[in-house]
């Protein structure tokens, strides 16, 4: 079975801080994926990569970084977290054109 | 902007009737399509995906898509209350990335 794991369930900072959300996914899939869910938004692409060191901006990157060193690997990164960027944070990989994996997610708050 | 719309409910249906959940989207180059269940405080699982004309059935879950009229359904039969969850339809767009667009998804509530 597909495995897409994430270093936190729910985490809390405080305003300012840089936080780092991890997923590991262990089935070699290329492209990765992070999401925020909102109640009433639905899921919003943040930033996704389809190959090592390759990314690409979603609808709402503003805020945020990310890094793939390793295939397996896709970090997200909140430069200073602010309290606007209080959601659950998903992360998911997939072959090209077929289904997404999901991981547990993380629910951040930023006081 | 490319669009996935759902109707954001709740679906009511009592245990045993057919739920069904409706799905329209705006690229009409679309070939890839997917619904997810998403259960409350939990992150959303693949229930069937549908690439071409038709219906795909798979136990008590049938996928229906029309490319001309550009909707994609999902038929949940003999609906139990284990099925009430969030229901997210996913249209994947072709090209070099394949990044999907989700619908808002549709709140499924079955009753006994």
């Known amino acids: 079975d597909v495995k897409v794991t994430q270093s936190s369930r729910y985490l809390v900072k405080r305003t300012g801080e840089k936080v780092f959300l991890e997923c590991v996914q262990d089935?070699?899939?290329?492209?990765m994926f992070w999401y925020r869910q909102d109640p009433g938004l639905g899921l919003r692409l943040i930033y996704f990569?389809?190959?090592?060191?390759?990314?690409e901006k979603g609808d709402i990157p503003e805020g945020y970084s990310v890094s793939r060193e390793k295939k397996e690997r896709f970090s997200l990164i909140l430069e200073s977290a602010s309290t606007n960027q209080t959601s659950m944070y998903l992360c998911?990989?997939?072959?090209?054109?077929?289904?997404?994996?999901f991981g547990p997610g993380t629910r951040l708050t930023v006081l | 902007q490319k669009e996935v719309e759902q109707n954001s409910g709740p679906l009511s249906v009592p245990e045993g009737a057919i739920a069904s959940l409706n799905c329209t989207y705006s690229?009409?180059?679309?070939?890839?399509f997917f619904w997810y269940r998403q259960y409350s405080g939990k992150s959303p699982e693949l229930i069937m995906s549908?690439?071409?004309?038709g219906d795909k059935e798979d136990g008590r879950f049938t996928a229906q898509l029309n490319k001309a009229s550009q909707y994609v359904s999902l038929l949940i039969r003999d609906s139990q209350p284990s099925d009430s969850a969030t229901y997210l339809c996913?249209?994947?767009?072709?090209?070099?990335?394949?990044?999907?667009?989700f619908g808002r998804g549709t709140s499924l509530i079955v009753h006994p």
């Open positions: 998911a990989s997939s072959e090209r054109g077929n289904e997404q994996f």
């Open positions: 089935m070699d899939h290329e492209n």
């Open positions: 990569s389809y190959d090592v060191k390759m990314k």
């Open positions: 690229d009409r180059v679309s070939q890839s």
């Open positions: 549908i690439y071409s004309n």
């Open positions: 996913a249209v994947n767009r072709p090209g070099g990335s394949y990044i999907p667009t």
